[in-house]
């Protein structure tokens, strides 16, 4: 395993929701988990009015709620909390940088260490720009400031608003940072699930041959969740599913299942093949977003047995708000390997159930011997890959039932992380802030892939600004979603593997 060498994680936003529920939970168990190097420090940067004490306190607080080692000890706890530190500071003022360039270089110099600096954005996007300019103007990536040691900057989705914006950003961070120092967090990455996408595809010799157009029929993408949108409303009205899910989660499930083997696992190579597969996705003309997309908003309905409101009535929503809580669309892949085959993806709030999961359908029998006998409907073969909850692989083929009559039901091979591994796969941000330490980059989204997500998503955008604004409510809470959805795939003889 790649050695974790003496660094300080600079988090800006630490007094933030993202950074008590994702962040700490995951520098906690890998620092538990024996992977901290001697030399580890955390600085939580914010403007809440807060010295190290409070700090700690709040942290211990929130691992006791969430993180996967609670309840936590508090002798364990104290000899983390040695390594935490807290700058109260302000994102729009230089001189908060300056301070915590001091702080960085006074604690190089205490424990004899490089200036290793992993920055991480945890804060509203709103601010990005202010904390990439305080850094730039503290000349805190200068080789002179540096001197030994090496920056790295982490930054959390929404990356950017749309194409534009998104570019405007990028060049901003690539003008105080190279990209070999940049990781966009994409969290569905740093899950064991999706990355076993690739161990599935590629270390396996009997699943690769089958895997493109002569055999197999089309692929859904589906990412359903039965929550709403909780006290978020603030971010998600001006997002929507498609920002919020599809220009980043899902394009790069899309990817990781779609792609050419790279000639090496390894950051460069996988991101290039992702940059190929996503240059192929055919672009949407307005007729085809009419015709291959569908937007979505909940109304109310009942979850669980439990009644819940509808999206326009949740706290901090205006009611007349047109922003859509389901998408889903159809796109294709203009390559060698996947011509003709259809890719839908699906994503929502509020939905009848919560999974994530990729479904391949191979085609139907070229000819089936047993319709002779009137064995009729034979199921097509597919293989589904559960991302959440229940991860795991099933492989979906038909069997003779017991007894002397002849007849063929559908049946499941089932591949379970749990049973199999007797082990539950770790937080996707235990991952991904382990490989931001080491400085491995495979499981970030690069400038490119990025960017080319955008375009196909801003196409989207801009092409449902012209179709005519949506009647919403349109889909029920507890449903499946909208029923435009449903003809979607219904209408090209298939449906979602519900
Ligand atoms: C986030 C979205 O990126 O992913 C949320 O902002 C969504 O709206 C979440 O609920 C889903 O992540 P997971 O890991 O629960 O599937």
């Given at each position: 395993m790649a050695e974790m060498k003496p660094s300080i994680m600079v988090i800006f936003g630490a007094s933030g929701d993202l950074a008590h529920i994702k962040i700490f939970p995951a520098l906690y168990s890998l620092w538990e988990d024996g992977f901290f190097p001697d030399n580890f420090f955390i600085v939580g940067f914010a403007r809440t009015k807060m010295d190290d004490g409070i700090f700690r306190k709040t942290i211990f607080d929130s691992l006791n709620v969430n993180c996967r080692k609670k309840p936590i000890d508090e002798d364990e706890f104290s000899s983390f909390s040695k390594h935490v530190f807290y700058l109260t500071s302000k994102y729009d003022d230089d001189s908060s940088y300056h301070e915590l360039g001091g702080f960085i270089a006074s604690k190089a110099k205490e424990y004899n260490m490089p200036k290793n600096v992993l920055y991480y954005l945890s804060t509203p996007p709103s601010v990005y720009i202010n904390v990439i300019n305080g850094i730039e103007n503290a000349k805190l990536t200068s080789d002179e400031y540096k001197g030994e040691g090496f920056s790295r900057i982490v930054i959390e989705k929404p990356f950017g608003y749309d194409y534009e914006s998104a570019k405007k950003l990028n060049g901003k961070i690539l003008s105080v940072f190279k990209e070999e120092e940049v990781y966009r967090i994409d969290h569905y990455l740093g899950k064991e699930t999706v990355q076993n996408i690739l161990a599935f595809r590629f270390a396996n010799a009997i699943f690769e041959p089958i895997w493109n157009n002569k055999f197999i029929d089309h692929i859904q993408i589906s990412a359903l969740e039965s929550i709403g949108v909780g006290f978020r409303a603030g971010y998600f009205d001006k997002a929507g599913i498609i920002r919020d899910m599809m220009q980043n989660h899902m394009m790069q499930l899309l990817s990781l299942v779609a792609i050419e083997p790279p000639p090496l696992p390894d950051a460069d190579d996988l991101r290039n093949e992702k940059v190929k597969l996503l240059k192929s996705v055919r672009p949407l003309s307005l007729n085809d977003i009419k015709n291959y997309t569908v937007r979505g908003q909940y109304d109310r309905g009942i979850i669980g047995n439990k009644q819940v409101l509808s999206y326009k009535e949740e706290e901090g929503v205006p009611p007349d708000t047109l922003t859509e809580t389901y998408a889903a669309m159809k796109l294709f892949i203009d390559n060698y390997r996947w011509a003709g085959v259809p890719f839908y993806l699906r994503s929502g709030k509020r939905l009848k159930i919560h999974k994530t999961e990729i479904a391949i359908f191979f085609k139907k029998l070229p000819y089936s011997l047993f319709a002779k006998i009137g064995i009729e409907n034979i199921k097509q073969n597919s293989i589904i890959i559960t991302i959440?909850?229940?991860?795991g692989i099933a492989i979906n083929f038909g069997a003779k039932t017991p007894g002397f009559k002849l007849d063929i039901e559908p049946v499941n091979m089932v591949f379970n992380y749990k049973s199999s591994f007797k082990l539950s796969p770790p937080d996707a941000y235990e991952r991904l802030i382990y490989d931001v330490i080491v400085g491995d980059q495979t499981l970030f989204a690069r400038y490119d892939d990025m960017l080319i997500a955008w375009q196909l998503i801003t196409s989207i955008i801009n092409g449902w600004s012209k179709t005519g604004n949506p009647i919403f409510p349109d889909y029920e809470a507890g449903s499946f979603g909208p029923k435009e959805a449903d003809s979607l795939i219904n209408s090209d003889g298939r449906s979602w593997n519900n």
């Open positions: 959440q909850p229940n991860e």
